[in-house]
């Protein structure tokens, strides 16, 4: 379609706005239930389970009741007819547990994951183990009787524990195990980041919270436990029946590169070694003598915070790095193709303030300069996103939409922006 055409049209968003809305209200429901009614023996797994149990609810009732996500083409399934196949499924069964136990072997060999950090996600997994594994056998029995194509990653999966290499197919077996990689890197992050976040929402003491610093320090943390929570559940509700299936994965090196260092334990190793931008002079410290500065300073980091968790929730159950699971065009991205990292890196400068640092001339260039660093690794971040999901014409249609109508549709016409944009789309296909 011609990038000048202004009738081109914004294709419909893989996940409505209210349902969006629907997971975070029951997202705030369940924290409030935790800390106001019952903390549920005070077990913080389980209370992190609970909090997804809420989000799915709230999320995926909509989606099914209202929505009806299971009819879409894009889920692959065909409900005029049910035609079971206990082989084929059996074969997927063994195919899905290989799968996991693929994943245990890597928690199992690599140090990071040996350690006390991810001891609740195992303990958490530990106690859905016994309900997934009687959960899986009548769904993907289901599910497989009404697959249009029902040749997926867990039956190649299955041909591979069974010695039956040559009845596989490459591209889609490769799929299988990038998307399942995305889940076994993130879904144990997150949602040690979710404990660790409602661990600090349920000690907190809201009649403290009398002064902006406060009241900053409250929302600054709980925005980020809004987040972490929202991804660690999409991550999980990964199901084609709710139509959250993974439909690509990045399928080039140097895009799981630009986006898994800015990652732990990545990022400890990068940015304390070649992206240290931080000056330890806060924005507070800068602008405590001046209240009326202070509080306007601390209102845009966190108004630029709320965009960015905004552009997490209006995702719903779709959330996922390095993976297509569905277009968003709604929310913010109604707006630009990267509000979140938009967002985020603006904060950063506000937040690190490295050009206030009270230094000589030369640090202050050089943390700026870092800074700058940590700007073009999501500016690349960005650049390899839409070269994978281009592969998609619902995005193709956005990405030409939002040339016409987004905020930063001027910025094509500027020639040092032009140039940078150039040479980001060549790195980005090295």
Same mark, same amino acid.
């Given at each position: 379609m011609?990038?000048?055409?202004l009738?081109?049209?914004k294709p419909k968003s893989?996940?409505?706005g209210l349902?969006a809305?629907?997971g975070l209200?029951?997202f705030?429901?369940?924290?409030i239930f935790?800390k106001f009614?019952n903390?549920?023996?005070?077990?913080?797994v389980?209370?992190a389970?609970f909090?997804?149990?809420?989000?799915?609810?709230?999320i995926f009732v909509?989606?099914?009741v209202?929505?009806?996500?299971?009819?879409r083409?894009?889920t692959?399934?065909?409900?005029?007819g049910?035609?079971?196949?206990?082989?084929?499924s059996?074969?997927?069964?063994?195919?899905f547990?290989?799968?996991?136990?693929?994943?245990?072997?890597f928690?199992?060999?690599?140090p990071?994951y040996?350690?006390?950090?991810?001891e609740?996600?195992?303990?958490?997994f530990?106690?859905?183990a016994?309900?997934?594994?009687?959960?899986s056998?009548?769904?993907?029995?289901?599910?497989?009787g009404?697959?249009?194509?029902p040749h997926d990653g867990y039956?190649?999966?299955?041909?591979?524990l069974m010695?039956?290499w040559h009845r596989?197919?490459?591209?889609i077996?490769r799929?299988?195990?990038l998307?399942?990689?995305?889940?076994g890197f993130?879904?144990p992050l997150m949602f040690i =980041?979710?404990c660790?976040?409602?661990v600090k929402f /349920?000690?907190v003491?809201f +009649?403290t919270v009398?002064?902006?610093q406060? &009241?900053w320090?409250?929302?600054?943390?709980?925005?980020?436990f809004i987040?972490?929570?929202?991804?660690?559940?999409?991550?999980?509700?990964a199901?084609?029946?709710?139509?959250?299936q993974?439909?690509s994965?990045?399928p080039?090196?140097?895009?799981w590169?630009?986006?898994l260092?800015?990652?732990e334990?990545f990022?400890?190793?990068?940015?304390?070694l070649f992206?240290?931008y931080d000056?330890g002079?806060?924005?507070?410290?800068?602008?405590?003598n001046?209240?009326v500065?202070y509080?306007a300073w601390g209102?845009i980091i966190?108004?630029?915070?709320l965009i960015?968790?905004?552009?997490?929730?209006?995702f719903?159950?779709r959330?996922?790095n390095l993976?297509?699971?569905?277009?968003i065009?709604?929310?913010? =991205?109604?707006f630009?193709k990267h509000?979140?990292y /938009?967002a985020?890196?603006? +904060?950063?400068?506000m937040?690190?303030i490295p &050009?206030m640092?009270?230094?000589n001339?030369?640090?202050v260039?050089?943390?700026?300069?870092?800074l700058l660093g940590?700007?073009?690794?999501?500016?690349?971040?960005?650049k390899?996103e839409?070269?994978?999901?281009?592969?998609?014409?619902d995005?193709?249609a956005y990405a030409?939409?939002i040339?016409?109508?987004?905020?930063l549709?001027?910025?094509r016409h500027i020639?040092?922006l032009k140039?940078?944009?150039?040479?980001q789309?060549e790195?980005?296909k090295l």
């Amino acid at each position: 379609m011609p990038a000048n055409n202004l009738d081109i049209q914004k294709p419909k968003s893989a996940t409505h706005g209210l349902v969006a809305l629907s997971g975070l209200a029951f997202f705030l429901l369940g924290a409030i239930f935790i800390k106001f009614g019952n903390d549920l023996g005070g077990d913080i797994v389980i209370c992190a389970l609970f909090l997804i149990a809420c989000q799915t609810i709230g999320i995926f009732v909509p989606d099914l009741v209202w929505q009806k996500t299971y009819l879409r083409a894009s889920t692959g399934l065909n409900w005029t007819g049910f035609s079971p196949n206990w082989t084929r499924s059996i074969i997927k069964i063994l195919g899905f547990w290989g799968t996991i136990g693929l994943l245990a072997f890597f928690y199992w060999v690599f140090p990071e994951y040996r350690g006390g950090f991810y001891e609740r996600y195992f303990k958490a997994f530990e106690f859905i183990a016994p309900y997934l594994a009687i959960a899986s056998i009548p769904y993907i029995f289901f599910v497989d009787g009404v697959m249009r194509e029902p040749h997926d990653g867990y039956w190649n999966m299955g041909m591979i524990l069974m010695l039956q290499w040559h009845r596989v197919d490459e591209l889609i077996f490769r799929q299988h195990l990038l998307s399942w990689l995305v889940k076994g890197f993130f879904i144990p992050l997150m949602f040690i =980041y979710m404990c660790n976040d409602l661990v600090k929402f /349920i000690a907190v003491d809201f +009649s403290t919270v009398n002064s902006f610093q406060k &009241f900053w320090d409250f929302s600054w943390d709980f925005l980020y436990f809004i987040d972490v929570g929202m991804a660690t559940m999409a991550y999980i509700m990964a199901f084609r029946i709710l139509d959250t299936q993974t439909r690509s994965t990045e399928p080039t090196m140097f895009g799981w590169v630009v986006a898994l260092c800015c990652y732990e334990p990545f990022w400890s190793l990068i940015g304390r070694l070649f992206l240290a931008y931080d000056t330890g002079f806060p924005w507070g410290e800068w602008l405590w003598n001046y209240p009326v500065a202070y509080g306007a300073w601390g209102s845009i980091i966190l108004f630029l915070t709320l965009i960015y968790v905004w552009s997490s929730v209006i995702f719903g159950g779709r959330f996922s790095n390095l993976t297509n699971r569905g277009v968003i065009t709604n929310g913010p =991205y109604s707006f630009t193709k990267h509000p979140a990292y /938009i967002a985020k890196n603006l +904060s950063w400068w506000m937040l690190s303030i490295p &050009f206030m640092a009270g230094m000589n001339e030369f640090e202050v260039l050089r943390h700026c300069l870092l800074l700058l660093g940590l700007n073009l690794i999501y500016a690349l971040r960005a650049k390899t996103e839409e070269r994978h999901l281009s592969a998609d014409p619902d995005y193709v249609a956005y990405a030409n939409w939002i040339d016409q109508h987004g905020i930063l549709r001027w910025t094509r016409h500027i020639p040092i922006l032009k140039f940078f944009a150039y040479k980001q789309n060549e790195i980005a296909k090295l």
